[in-house]
């Protein structure tokens, strides 16, 4: 499955990498996005076993792009090879899953504690806009890592049939760093639903994260040939079983959809200032082996295919 060619039209957008200050992003922004998506880039072929293709691209020196597709269902997966600052894409087909219910599926943050086994602890802060908040998300990493936690300025915007889903780290004077987690940073991280027909679409997660640390070569391997795989295959299960988890759990409450529904406070946006990953304390784990039970099991909290929690 080929990426669509990149539009032109989004050139000249500040990138989320350089910004100094908080903001809201703007349509240029959410076109900016789309266009990083959907653009194509060479890719070599380094890996091909049971249905899953691992794509490499040098990127910048001593940094490598790898991609994964599966050659079955579509799912494409990328993260940069040095794991100071891995991008990782995703791509998964959905021919069974309007884009409608997969964007509330990622908006949806009781049903994410259902199906999510990495969520450690997740929440809504504070709402900045109609259209973008602030949250707390936390996540366990492959044992015997460190779990990481990040703040995130998250904003969200339907394009016709498609929606964006996109944010970016903030710091929130309430929520410092915690002495138990490793407080990663999101430099850009988002989700493009593109509507494929009334109930098919594509999915592209594409993320460039700080996990603050060095970490070991496992973990990446482990991360774009596993981890990101079984991930996107788990919520396309979950995307399945929505509607019917949906009209037992306030079935008209939307507040994505909605804002008049939202409960939250209203922030100013003075109160956050952008976080940069060199105001954190690295965390070198790169001789972390992998533990025992990780080996056994595969991938941890991602070892199980068990759906009970979903009902």
Request: aromatic share 8%; hydrophobic share 30%; proline share 7%.
């Amino acid at each position: 499955m080929e990426k669509p060619a990149a539009s032109t039209e989004s050139q000249g957008s500040r990138p989320a990498l350089g910004r100094e200050s908080v903001q809201v992003p703007d349509d240029q922004d959410f076109r900016s996005f789309r266009s990083e998506c959907e653009t194509e880039v060479g890719w070599n072929l380094t890996y091909s076993k049971a249905g899953v293709s691992v794509w490499v691209q040098a990127v910048e020196m001593d940094r490598t792009l790898h991609k994964i597709k599966p050659l079955e269902n579509g799912l494409r997966s990328f993260c940069f090879g040095d794991p100071r600052i891995p991008r990782q894409e995703c791509r998964m087909e959905c021919c069974d899953v309007p884009a409608e219910t997969l964007y509330d599926v990622l908006h949806d943050i009781e049903y994410r504690k259902k199906w999510d086994s990495n969520v450690i602890e997740t929440f809504d802060i504070a709402r900045l806009t109609v259209n973008a908040d602030v949250g707390y998300y936390s996540w366990r990493c492959p044992k015997p890592l460190k779990n990481r936690d990040v703040i995130t300025l998250r904003s969200w915007l339907p394009m016709g049939a498609d929606y964006i889903i996109m944010n970016y780290s903030v710091k929130h004077p309430k929520y410092p760093p915690r002495k138990d987690l490793v407080r990663a940073v999101s430099i850009q991280t988002g989700y493009l639903i593109q509507s494929t027909g009334p109930k098919s679409c594509v999915i592209t997660y594409l993320a460039q994260v700080d996990p603050k640390g060095s970490l070991p070569k496992w973990v990446v391997n482990k991360s774009s040939q596993f981890l990101a795989p079984k991930a996107m295959k788990k919520m396309h299960k979950a995307c399945i079983k929505y509607p019917e988890w949906k009209q037992k759990h306030q079935p008209h409450f939307k507040p994505w959809l909605h804002p008049e529904q939202s409960p939250l406070p209203s922030l100013a946006l003075s109160e956050l200032s952008v976080q940069h990953a060199d105001s954190l304390e690295n965390i070198d784990e790169s001789s972390v082996t992998e533990s025992r039970e990780e080996r056994a099991g595969g991938a941890g909290g991602e070892g199980s295919d068990d759906d009970t929690s979903l009902t």
